[in-house]
């Protein structure tokens, strides 16, 4: 049985906490209550004249009165901390593929050679991409000289959160290293690789392919791929030729061009590179323009690649138990309320010797005067 709630017996800012202590207080008054009944009855009669007097009346039934109300607040007190069972479990099982998408977030992807800059439409189409995958587990690099990397899930929206306000100033470091990327893609999809896998598992690579770090070496890690059964599908951004880099500054403002001992820095795209890594994986080289950024030539491509049905959520349920604490603790103020009775023939009792010490005290008095008068 799961307990729920139940830290808030020791958390004073917990309402929990508060109805412990006043079940705590309720079970100290009826204790002194007790106590203090039997004193003041002590002090007003003889224990032998009381014994006579409340002749058929069990000393039992206040206390069992007692055990009852604490009883009852403590099942009312556990129903509210809402005990649980486990319950029922649903897996979710839908066909798709793995993907991991690389974004290059170098500098160079500011050069505004597309529809905008390389890297606002990348994102553009990217987010188009992502719509259209339906049970697909995807995963993100994002990389320049270094990688941040968001692991595979089917919650695609999370995925896009991640990368949609991403810049490259954002970057912890320069350059482009696209063999980092896809050493980091690898792992990402052989994290969720089971030991008997058979779905397809890809890496879409987008960059203007300029690597410019070298390790570690592009083409050794696409081998490594190709041995894992991983195919790679590149998308080259950006103009064949050398376009300056715009410089922005803190607020996002264009200030002039990237320079590189003391000359203007020129990216421009690199397909051979990117060629060469799609041709050793078994993949596609794809390239993009203003008009057409190549995502539904994508598309068509993994439409071709085996897709199977995995789980790809799993959805644990709880019952709740809390009616059987609550049902008992009913039925216990039910019966102490059927005992009230016990209540009132006590009270009669003690008017009963009330009457019977008033008419005493009369007695005394005349006997006193009868005395007197002899």
Same mark, same amino acid.
């Given at each position: 049985m799961n307990w729920v709630n139940l830290h808030g017996m020791y958390d004073p800012t917990s309402p929990g906490f508060w109805i412990l202590v006043g079940i705590i207080g309720a079970i100290f008054l009826l204790v002194v209550g007790s106590v203090h009944a039997r004193r003041r009855l002590s002090r007003h009669m003889d224990s032998r004249l009381l014994k006579h007097l409340v002749v058929g009346r069990s000393s039992v039934i206040p206390v069992i009165r007692g055990v009852f109300i604490i009883s009852a607040l403590i099942l009312m007190y556990v129903a509210w901390l809402r005990p649980q069972t486990d319950g029922p479990v649903y897996k979710f099982k839908a066909k798709g593929l793995d993907i991991v998408v690389c974004l !290059?977030?170098?500098? /160079?992807?500011?050069?505004? !050679?597309?529809?905008?800059?390389? $890297?606002? +439409?990348?994102?553009?189409?990217?987010?188009?991409?992502?719509?259209?995958?339906?049970? !697909?587990?995807l995963g993100f690099v994002a990389f320049s000289g270094t990688v941040m990397t968001y692991p595979l899930t089917t919650d695609h929206e999370s995925t896009r959160l991640f990368w949609e306000d991403l810049q490259p100033e954002d970057m912890p470091v320069g350059g482009t290293a696209i063999g980092k990327a896809l050493q980091a893609a690898e792992k990402l999809l052989l994290d969720v690789r089971g030991k008997v896998h058979s779905r397809a598992?890809?890496?879409?690579?987008?960059?203007?392919?300029?690597?410019?770090?070298?390790?570690?070496?592009?083409?050794?890690?696409?081998?490594?791929?190709?041995?894992?059964?991983?195919?790679?599908?590149?998308?080259?951004?950006? =103009?064949?030729?050398?376009?300056?880099?715009?410089?922005?500054?803190?607020?996002? +403002?264009?200030?002039?061009? +990237?320079?590189?001992?003391?000359?203007?820095?020129?990216?421009?795209?690199?397909?051979?590179?990117?060629?060469?890594?799609?041709?050793?994986?078994?993949?596609?080289?794809?390239?993009? /323009?203003? /008009?057409?950024?190549?995502? !539904?030539?994508?598309?068509?491509?993994? =439409?071709?690649?085996?897709?199977?049905?995995?789980?790809?959520?799993?959805?644990? $349920?709880?019952?709740?138990?809390?009616?059987?604490?609550?049902?008992?603790a009913a039925i216990l103020l039910i019966l102490e309320l059927l005992l009230l009775g016990d209540r009132r023939i006590f009270g009669e009792t003690r008017r009963s010797f009330g009457d019977a010490g008033v008419s005493g005290e009369r007695s005394d008095g005349r006997g006193k005067k009868e005395g007197g008068g002899s």
């Open positions: !290059d977030f170098s500098k /160079s992807m500011h050069v505004r !050679d597309m529809a905008g800059s390389r $890297l606002d +439409q990348a994102k553009r189409e990217l987010a188009r991409l992502i719509s259209k995958l339906a049970g !697909d587990r598992q890809v890496v879409v690579l987008l960059t203007d392919g300029e690597d410019n770090t070298g390790d570690p070496d592009p083409m050794e890690v696409a081998k490594d791929l190709r041995e894992k059964g991983i195919r790679v599908y590149t998308i080259g951004i950006g =103009s064949t030729k050398p376009e300056l880099i715009p410089k922005y500054d803190e607020k996002g +403002q264009q200030v002039g061009y +990237q320079k590189e001992g003391g000359k203007y820095a020129t990216s421009r795209l690199d397909e051979n590179l990117l060629m060469k890594i799609a041709d050793m994986t078994g993949g596609a080289y794809i390239r993009s /323009s203003k /008009s057409d950024f190549g995502t !539904d030539r994508l598309l068509a491509h993994l =439409s071709h690649l085996k897709r199977t049905a995995e789980v790809i959520k799993t959805i644990k $349920l709880k019952n709740e138990e809390y009616y059987w604490f609550l049902y008992p």
